[in-house]
Nanobody, 127 residues
């Protein structure tokens, strides 16, 4: 089990950018595939992006593809989500999550595949 702490959220105008960070402690980050999820008011939590333990493989929801970039620095125990061209519909609480990696990479959109979660950070995009 690892502990996850998100930061970097805030208020930004439409078209702007934000970078979220997820600091990981209590374990070896390179053992985990990592994901970012988000939950807008009144809606279910949804998948946004995923990165494999090595950083080689990434996977994005269609709604963020081409605008968001997930990356990681295992030496710094940190995962990032660079968000560009933000839209009001990106407003949500953003969560990072950890899933133990296996020998074979698979896409992990389902939140049930993730074992550990952060507390979330609020992102608000004004129009």
């Amino acid at each position: 089990q690892v502990q996850l702490v998100e930061s970097g959220g805030g208020l930004v105008q439409a078209g702007g950018s934000l970078t979220l960070s997820c600091a990981v402690s209590g374990g070896t980050l390179s053992m985990y595939d990592m994901g970012w999820f988000r939950q807008a008011p009144g809606r279910e939590r949804e998948f946004a992006a995923q990165i494999s333990w090595s950083g080689v493989n990434t996977y994005y929801a269609d709604s963020v593809k081409g605008r968001f970039t997930i990356s990681r620095d295992n030496a710094k125990n940190t995962v990032y989500l660079q968000m560009n061209s933000l839209k009001p519909e990106d407003t949500a609480v953003y969560y990072c999550a950890a899933s133990l990696a296996s020998n074979k990479y698979t896409n992990k959109e389902n939140e049930d595949l993730y074992d550990d979660w952060g507390q979330g950070t609020q992102v608000t995009v004004s129009s």
